[in-house]
Protein backbone atom coordinates (compact mmCIF):
# COMPACT_ATOMS: atom_id res chain seq x y z
CA UNK A 1 0.00 0.00 0.00
CA UNK A 2 1.69 3.38 -0.77
CA UNK A 3 1.45 6.36 1.23
CA UNK A 4 -1.64 8.16 -1.36
CA UNK A 5 -3.54 5.15 -0.05
CA UNK A 6 -2.95 5.66 3.26
CA UNK A 7 -4.06 8.60 3.49
CA UNK A 8 -7.23 7.52 2.02
CA UNK A 9 -7.81 5.30 5.42
CA UNK A 10 -7.68 8.57 7.43
CA UNK A 11 -11.15 9.56 8.84
CA UNK A 12 -13.02 11.84 5.85
CA UNK A 13 -12.64 15.01 8.40
CA UNK A 14 -9.10 14.19 9.18
CA UNK A 15 -8.84 14.13 5.56
CA UNK A 16 -9.18 17.63 4.59
CA UNK A 17 -8.15 18.82 7.56
CA UNK A 18 -6.28 21.96 7.93
CA UNK A 19 -3.59 22.25 10.89
CA UNK A 20 -4.26 25.20 13.66
CA UNK A 21 -1.40 28.22 12.69
CA UNK A 22 0.12 29.31 16.15
CA UNK A 23 2.05 32.33 16.66
CA UNK A 24 6.07 31.65 15.71
CA UNK A 25 7.31 30.94 18.75
CA UNK A 26 10.76 33.27 19.94
CA UNK A 27 12.95 30.23 19.49
CA UNK A 28 11.69 30.16 15.69
CA UNK A 29 12.67 33.17 15.08
CA UNK A 30 16.21 33.08 16.44
CA UNK A 31 17.02 30.17 14.73
CA UNK A 32 15.60 30.94 11.60
CA UNK A 33 16.58 34.73 11.18
CA UNK A 34 19.44 35.15 13.69
CA UNK A 35 17.69 37.89 15.42
CA UNK A 36 17.81 38.82 19.26
CA UNK A 37 15.56 40.52 21.98
CA UNK A 38 12.61 39.18 20.51
CA UNK A 39 9.12 40.93 20.83
CA UNK A 40 5.78 38.02 20.69
CA UNK A 41 3.05 39.56 20.37
CA UNK A 42 1.52 37.22 18.78
CA UNK A 43 -0.53 34.94 20.85
CA UNK A 44 -2.51 36.54 23.05
CA UNK A 45 0.26 35.96 26.13
CA UNK A 46 0.28 37.30 29.57
CA UNK A 47 3.46 39.76 29.14
CA UNK A 48 4.05 40.00 32.53
CA UNK A 49 4.63 36.23 32.67
CA UNK A 50 3.03 34.05 35.37
CA UNK A 51 1.91 35.04 39.10
CA UNK A 52 5.01 34.74 41.33
CA UNK A 53 2.63 33.05 43.57
CA UNK A 54 1.98 30.21 40.87
CA UNK A 55 6.22 30.12 40.17
CA UNK A 56 6.32 29.36 44.04
CA UNK A 57 3.86 26.60 44.14
CA UNK A 58 5.41 24.78 40.80
CA UNK A 59 8.41 24.76 42.37
CA UNK A 60 6.85 23.13 45.40
CA UNK A 61 5.22 20.70 43.04
CA UNK A 62 8.18 19.82 41.15
CA UNK A 63 9.66 17.22 44.01
CA UNK A 64 6.50 15.24 43.01
CA UNK A 65 7.19 14.90 39.47
CA UNK A 66 7.52 10.80 39.59
CA UNK A 67 4.26 10.32 40.37
CA UNK A 68 1.03 11.15 38.19
CA UNK A 69 -1.28 14.14 39.04
CA UNK A 70 -4.47 13.38 40.44
CA UNK A 71 -6.27 12.57 37.53
CA UNK A 72 -10.00 14.51 39.20
CA UNK A 73 -7.90 17.42 40.10
CA UNK A 74 -9.81 17.72 43.51
CA UNK A 75 -7.96 20.76 45.01
CA UNK A 76 -8.06 22.49 41.76
CA UNK A 77 -11.83 21.89 41.59
CA UNK A 78 -12.93 22.86 44.88
CA UNK A 79 -10.65 26.08 44.65
CA UNK A 80 -12.46 26.77 41.69
CA UNK A 81 -15.78 25.87 43.06
CA UNK A 82 -15.23 28.61 45.66
CA UNK A 83 -13.61 31.06 43.32
CA UNK A 84 -16.65 30.96 41.19
CA UNK A 85 -19.33 30.03 43.44
CA UNK A 86 -20.89 26.95 42.51
CA UNK A 87 -20.46 23.17 42.95
CA UNK A 88 -17.62 21.35 42.28
CA UNK A 89 -19.78 18.92 39.52
CA UNK A 90 -20.01 21.60 36.88
CA UNK A 91 -16.26 21.52 36.33
CA UNK A 92 -14.57 19.90 33.59
CA UNK A 93 -10.55 20.44 33.68
CA UNK A 94 -8.68 20.03 30.38
CA UNK A 95 -5.03 20.35 28.68
CA UNK A 96 -6.05 24.11 27.95
CA UNK A 97 -9.29 25.15 27.21
CA UNK A 98 -8.61 23.56 23.80
CA UNK A 99 -9.13 20.29 24.99
CA UNK A 100 -12.36 21.01 26.79
CA UNK A 101 -13.70 22.36 22.98
CA UNK A 102 -12.57 19.05 21.29
CA UNK A 103 -13.92 17.10 24.59
CA UNK A 104 -17.03 18.52 23.75
CA UNK A 105 -16.65 17.86 20.05
CA UNK A 106 -15.83 14.50 20.53
CA UNK A 107 -18.35 13.86 22.93
CA UNK A 108 -21.64 15.38 21.50
CA UNK A 109 -20.56 15.35 17.15
CA UNK A 110 -21.59 12.37 15.57
CA UNK A 111 -21.33 12.60 11.28
CA UNK A 112 -24.37 13.56 11.00
CA UNK A 113 -24.31 16.32 13.10
CA UNK A 114 -23.59 20.27 13.34
CA UNK A 115 -21.97 22.63 14.77
CA UNK A 116 -22.68 25.91 13.87
CA UNK A 117 -20.41 29.13 14.80
CA UNK A 118 -19.35 32.73 12.78
CA UNK A 119 -16.92 33.28 10.56
CA UNK A 120 -13.49 34.86 11.71
CA UNK A 121 -14.62 32.84 14.89
CA UNK A 122 -11.81 31.13 16.61
CA UNK A 123 -9.83 28.34 14.59
CA UNK A 124 -10.52 25.52 17.27
CA UNK A 125 -13.98 25.67 16.70
CA UNK A 126 -13.93 24.19 12.74
CA UNK A 127 -11.13 22.30 13.60
CA UNK A 128 -12.76 20.21 16.93
CA UNK A 129 -16.20 19.86 14.69
CA UNK A 130 -14.37 17.96 11.62
CA UNK A 131 -11.90 16.15 13.71
CA UNK A 132 -14.84 14.45 15.26
CA UNK A 133 -16.54 14.05 12.20
CA UNK A 134 -18.94 16.62 12.49
CA UNK A 135 -20.50 19.07 9.74
CA UNK A 136 -19.49 22.87 10.21
CA UNK A 137 -22.12 25.41 9.81
CA UNK A 138 -20.03 28.85 9.35
CA UNK A 139 -22.45 32.13 9.87
CA UNK A 140 -21.20 34.91 7.84
CA UNK A 141 -20.44 37.88 10.55
CA UNK A 142 -21.52 40.96 11.00
CA UNK A 143 -20.73 43.59 8.70
CA UNK A 144 -16.97 45.67 8.31
CA UNK A 145 -19.32 48.93 8.52
CA UNK A 146 -21.12 47.34 11.94
CA UNK A 147 -20.54 48.86 15.36
CA UNK A 148 -19.02 45.32 16.17
CA UNK A 149 -17.43 44.26 12.85
CA UNK A 150 -16.93 41.19 11.18
CA UNK A 151 -17.98 40.10 15.15
CA UNK A 152 -21.09 37.34 15.71
CA UNK A 153 -24.26 37.97 14.41
CA UNK A 154 -26.50 36.40 16.82
CA UNK A 155 -29.58 36.65 14.76
CA UNK A 156 -27.81 34.71 12.08
CA UNK A 157 -26.41 32.64 14.07
CA UNK A 158 -29.94 31.63 15.41
CA UNK A 159 -31.48 31.16 11.91
CA UNK A 160 -28.58 28.58 11.08
CA UNK A 161 -30.14 26.37 13.79
CA UNK A 162 -31.42 23.09 12.12
CA UNK A 163 -32.95 19.92 13.88
CA UNK A 164 -29.07 18.38 13.08
CA UNK A 165 -27.09 21.02 15.42
CA UNK A 166 -26.13 20.26 18.38
CA UNK A 167 -23.53 22.57 19.37
CA UNK A 168 -23.06 26.59 18.86
CA UNK A 169 -19.80 28.07 19.58
CA UNK A 170 -19.77 31.63 21.05
CA UNK A 171 -16.05 33.34 21.67
CA UNK A 172 -17.08 36.36 24.14
CA UNK A 173 -14.82 38.79 23.37
CA UNK A 174 -14.31 37.09 20.04
CA UNK A 175 -10.79 35.85 18.59
CA UNK A 176 -9.23 37.34 16.16
CA UNK A 177 -11.65 39.91 16.09
CA UNK A 178 -11.76 41.19 19.54
CA UNK A 179 -15.23 41.88 19.30
CA UNK A 180 -17.87 40.83 21.71
CA UNK A 181 -21.60 40.48 22.31
CA UNK A 182 -23.35 42.43 24.67
CA UNK A 183 -25.00 40.93 28.09
CA UNK A 184 -28.68 41.28 27.05
CA UNK A 185 -28.45 40.27 23.48
CA UNK A 186 -26.38 37.22 24.53
CA UNK A 187 -28.80 36.14 27.48
CA UNK A 188 -31.67 36.31 25.31
CA UNK A 189 -29.81 34.34 22.65
CA UNK A 190 -28.70 31.63 25.09
CA UNK A 191 -32.75 31.82 25.98
CA UNK A 192 -33.89 31.47 22.33
CA UNK A 193 -31.58 28.22 21.98
CA UNK A 194 -33.44 24.72 21.72
CA UNK A 195 -32.56 22.96 24.83
CA UNK A 196 -31.22 19.96 23.49
CA UNK A 197 -28.72 22.13 21.57
CA UNK A 198 -25.25 23.00 23.36
CA UNK A 199 -24.51 26.77 23.96
CA UNK A 200 -20.65 27.09 24.31
CA UNK A 201 -19.81 30.27 25.70
CA UNK A 202 -15.42 30.47 25.19
CA UNK A 203 -14.57 33.33 27.78
CA UNK A 204 -11.06 32.79 27.35
CA UNK A 205 -10.63 36.43 28.22
CA UNK A 206 -12.93 37.38 30.39
CA UNK A 207 -10.60 37.89 33.19
CA UNK A 208 -9.43 41.00 30.88
CA UNK A 209 -12.96 42.09 30.09
CA UNK A 210 -15.18 45.22 31.78
CA UNK A 211 -18.11 44.51 33.41
CA UNK A 212 -19.81 46.45 31.01
CA UNK A 213 -18.58 44.73 27.68
CA UNK A 214 -18.75 40.98 27.49
CA UNK A 215 -21.05 38.92 29.59
CA UNK A 216 -20.17 36.16 32.80
CA UNK A 217 -22.11 33.48 31.37
CA UNK A 218 -21.26 31.43 34.35
CA UNK A 219 -24.05 33.24 35.77
CA UNK A 220 -26.74 31.92 34.05
CA UNK A 221 -25.76 28.05 34.19
CA UNK A 222 -28.51 27.15 36.75
CA UNK A 223 -30.93 28.64 34.28
CA UNK A 224 -30.03 27.21 31.26
CA UNK A 225 -28.98 23.40 31.57
CA UNK A 226 -27.53 23.45 27.80
CA UNK A 227 -25.37 26.16 28.38
CA UNK A 228 -21.53 25.52 28.70
CA UNK A 229 -19.04 28.13 29.86
CA UNK A 230 -15.09 27.50 29.19
CA UNK A 231 -12.15 29.66 30.45
CA UNK A 232 -8.45 29.45 30.73
CA UNK A 233 -5.53 30.29 32.83
CA UNK A 234 -3.56 30.63 29.37
CA UNK A 235 -4.25 34.59 29.11
CA UNK A 236 -4.72 37.09 31.95
CA UNK A 237 -3.28 34.12 34.42
CA UNK A 238 0.00 33.81 32.31
CA UNK A 239 0.00 30.11 32.21
CA UNK A 240 -0.28 29.70 28.75
CA UNK A 241 2.56 27.42 28.84
CA UNK A 242 1.23 24.73 31.10
CA UNK A 243 -1.57 24.25 29.45
CA UNK A 244 -4.39 24.41 31.65
CA UNK A 245 -8.34 25.43 31.08
CA UNK A 246 -11.71 24.39 32.24
CA UNK A 247 -15.37 24.14 30.81
CA UNK A 248 -18.59 24.84 33.93
CA UNK A 249 -21.75 22.81 32.66
CA UNK A 250 -24.33 21.10 34.10
CA UNK A 251 -23.09 17.70 36.15
CA UNK A 252 -24.57 15.72 33.65
CA UNK A 253 -22.69 17.47 31.22
CA UNK A 254 -19.97 17.37 33.07
CA UNK A 255 -20.26 13.77 33.63
CA UNK A 256 -19.96 12.76 29.88
CA UNK A 257 -16.66 14.94 29.27
CA UNK A 258 -15.33 13.03 32.05
CA UNK A 259 -16.18 9.42 30.15
CA UNK A 260 -13.78 11.16 27.36
CA UNK A 261 -11.15 12.80 28.90
CA UNK A 262 -7.88 10.99 29.15
CA UNK A 263 -7.38 10.34 33.02
CA UNK A 264 -4.47 12.12 33.32
CA UNK A 265 -5.24 15.20 30.82
CA UNK A 266 -3.77 17.48 33.34
CA UNK A 267 -0.38 17.90 34.72
CA UNK A 268 0.96 18.36 37.86
CA UNK A 269 2.53 21.42 38.06
CA UNK A 270 -0.80 23.05 36.38
CA UNK A 271 -3.16 21.75 38.76
CA UNK A 272 -0.93 23.21 41.60
CA UNK A 273 0.04 26.69 39.74
CA UNK A 274 -3.57 27.14 38.77
CA UNK A 275 -4.71 27.48 42.71
CA UNK A 276 -2.24 29.24 43.49
CA UNK A 277 -2.67 31.98 40.72
CA UNK A 278 -6.12 31.81 41.72
CA UNK A 279 -4.85 33.33 45.15
CA UNK A 280 -2.96 36.36 43.44
CA UNK A 281 -5.36 38.90 43.28
CA UNK A 282 -3.12 41.12 42.68
CA UNK A 283 -1.41 40.03 39.59
CA UNK A 284 -4.85 39.65 38.02
CA UNK A 285 -5.46 43.27 38.91
CA UNK A 286 -2.28 44.62 37.71
CA UNK A 287 -2.05 42.34 34.79
CA UNK A 288 -5.62 43.86 33.65
CA UNK A 289 -4.62 47.56 34.24
CA UNK A 290 -1.48 46.86 32.22
CA UNK A 291 -3.77 45.65 29.74
CA UNK A 292 -5.95 48.07 29.31
CA UNK A 293 -3.62 50.59 29.73
CA UNK A 294 -1.19 49.44 26.55
CA UNK A 295 -4.77 48.80 24.77
CA UNK A 296 -5.36 52.34 24.77
CA UNK A 297 -1.87 53.23 23.73
CA UNK A 298 -1.91 51.08 20.92
CA UNK A 299 -5.78 52.08 19.87
CA UNK A 300 -4.72 55.46 19.85
CA UNK A 301 -1.26 55.09 18.08
CA UNK A 302 -2.72 53.09 15.21
CA UNK A 303 -5.35 56.29 15.02
CA UNK A 304 -2.55 58.77 14.56
CA UNK A 305 -0.73 56.29 12.44
CA UNK A 306 -4.42 55.80 10.06
CA UNK A 307 -4.38 52.19 10.57
CA UNK A 308 -8.09 51.06 11.16
CA UNK A 309 -8.94 48.81 13.67
CA UNK A 310 -11.87 46.46 15.67
CA UNK A 311 -12.91 47.55 19.18
CA UNK A 312 -11.58 44.75 21.46
CA UNK A 313 -12.47 43.68 24.76
CA UNK A 314 -9.43 41.68 25.30
CA UNK A 315 -5.84 41.76 25.16
CA UNK A 316 -5.44 42.25 21.28
CA UNK A 317 -6.06 44.30 18.43
CA UNK A 318 -7.46 43.67 15.09
CA UNK A 319 -6.04 45.77 13.01
CA UNK A 320 -6.07 47.02 9.17
CA UNK A 321 -2.69 47.56 7.10
CA UNK A 322 -5.12 48.61 4.46
CA UNK A 323 -2.34 46.26 1.79
CA UNK A 324 -1.97 42.71 2.27
CA UNK A 325 -0.68 41.89 5.23
CA UNK A 326 2.10 39.10 5.08
CA UNK A 327 4.92 41.75 4.16
CA UNK A 328 4.28 43.54 7.21
CA UNK A 329 4.44 40.81 9.15
CA UNK A 330 7.86 39.90 7.80
CA UNK A 331 8.93 42.82 8.08
CA UNK A 332 8.45 43.11 11.44
CA UNK A 333 9.78 39.66 12.23
CA UNK A 334 13.19 41.08 10.83
CA UNK A 335 12.94 43.94 13.09
CA UNK A 336 12.42 41.14 16.28
CA UNK A 337 8.59 41.55 16.55
CA UNK A 338 6.38 38.55 16.26
CA UNK A 339 2.65 39.77 15.21
CA UNK A 340 -0.45 37.08 14.28
CA UNK A 341 -1.31 37.02 10.28
CA UNK A 342 -4.51 36.02 9.93
CA UNK A 343 -4.95 35.38 6.27
CA UNK A 344 -5.92 32.04 7.33
CA UNK A 345 -9.15 33.64 8.67
CA UNK A 346 -9.87 35.39 5.38
CA UNK A 347 -8.27 38.60 6.98
CA UNK A 348 -5.39 38.74 4.05
CA UNK A 349 -4.50 42.86 4.89
CA UNK A 350 -5.31 42.54 8.83
CA UNK A 351 -2.51 41.84 11.73
CA UNK A 352 -3.60 40.55 14.77
CA UNK A 353 -1.17 42.21 17.46
CA UNK A 354 -1.39 41.53 21.87
CA UNK A 355 -1.24 44.04 23.89
CA UNK A 356 2.54 44.06 25.43
CA UNK A 357 4.14 46.11 28.23
CA UNK A 358 4.07 49.82 27.35
CA UNK A 359 7.62 49.18 26.31
CA UNK A 360 6.83 46.71 23.77
CA UNK A 361 3.71 48.37 22.22
CA UNK A 362 6.36 51.71 21.61
CA UNK A 363 8.63 49.11 19.77
CA UNK A 364 5.69 47.56 17.62
CA UNK A 365 4.58 50.63 17.10
CA UNK A 366 7.56 52.76 16.27
CA UNK A 367 8.72 49.70 14.01
CA UNK A 368 5.13 50.08 12.65
CA UNK A 369 5.40 53.56 11.52
CA UNK A 370 8.50 52.96 9.14
CA UNK A 371 7.09 50.01 7.90
CA UNK A 372 3.85 51.95 6.60
CA UNK A 373 5.96 55.20 6.63
C1 LIG B 1 -6.50 31.38 23.51
C2 LIG B 1 -7.90 30.96 23.36
C3 LIG B 1 -8.40 29.76 23.90
C4 LIG B 1 -7.66 28.75 24.60
O1 LIG B 1 -6.52 28.54 24.86
P1 LIG B 1 -5.98 27.42 25.83
O2 LIG B 1 -4.57 27.81 25.97
O3 LIG B 1 -6.17 26.11 25.12
O4 LIG B 1 -6.77 27.48 27.09
C5 LIG B 1 -9.73 29.46 23.77
N1 LIG B 1 -10.55 30.27 23.13
C6 LIG B 1 -10.14 31.41 22.60
C7 LIG B 1 -11.13 32.28 21.93
C8 LIG B 1 -8.80 31.79 22.68
O5 LIG B 1 -8.39 32.91 22.10
Request: with cysteine; charged share 20%; aromatic share 6%.
Amino acid sequence: MNTADLIQLAAPGVRSLQPYRPGKPISELEREYGVRDIIKLASNENPLGPSPKALAAMADEVADLALYPDANGYLLKQRLAAHLNLPASRITLGNGSNDVLVLLAETFLTPNAEAVFSEYCFAVYPIATQAAGGRAVVVPALPADHAMPLGHDLEAIHRHISDATRIVFIANPNNPTGTWVPTPALKDFVAGIPPSVLVVIDEAYFEYTDPGQAADAVRWLDEFPNLVVTRTFSKAYGLAGLRIGYALSSPEIADLLNRVRQPFNVNSLALAAAQAALDDVEFIEHSRAVNAGGLAQLQAAFDTLGVSHIPSAGNFVLADMGRPALPVYETLLRSGIIVRPVDNYGLPNHLRITVGTEEQNGSLVDSLREILG
